[in-house]
């Protein structure tokens, strides 16, 4: 089964950047599976932050990171990526790539998938 890890989180003064990594396993390629990224912030419910098609040509923004994140991926190094700009204290939350072989749904839609890979988490605190 595929494996997903992420890195690159930390702690980060608010305005701040972050570039959170998803790599996948060795022997799986990624190329099959659209990525999400969620997160889930203490006391809250995991929502949906971006996603990107398998080729990388459709991507999908919650509204509330829009203008801020891009998600991007290198396939050809098996990973995906969240750079993640202008950082706000309620972006803090434990960050999650998931991957999905067969999308459903498209668009803003893109979250309700069935993810069948999903990463351990990478947390990210935004703090002064």
């Known amino acids: 089964q595929l494996q997903l890890v992420e890195s690159g989180g930390g702690l980060v003064q608010p305005g701040g950047s972050l570039r959170l990594s998803c790599a996948a396993s060795?022997?799986?390629?990624?190329?099959?599976?659209?990525i999400s990224w969620f997160r889930q912030a203490p006391g809250k419910e995991r929502e949906g932050v971006s996603c990107?098609?398998?080729?990388?040509?459709?991507?999908n923004y919650a509204d509330s990171v829009k203008g801020r994140f891009t998600i991007s991926r290198d396939n050809a190094r098996n990973t995906a990526y969240l750079q993640m700009n202008s950082l706000k204290p309620e972006d803090t939350a434990v960050y999650y790539c998931?991957?999905?072989?067969?999308?459903?749904?498209?668009?803003?839609?893109?979250?309700?998938?069935?993810?069948?890979?999903w990463g351990q988490g990478t947390q990210v605190t935004v703090s002064s």
């Open positions: 060795a022997g799986f390629r990624l190329d099959y599976y659209a």
């Open positions: 998931a991957a999905a072989s067969f999308t459903y749904y498209s668009g803003s839609d893109c979250f309700r998938n069935e993810y069948e890979s």
């Open positions: 990107i098609s398998s080729s990388g040509g459709s991507t």
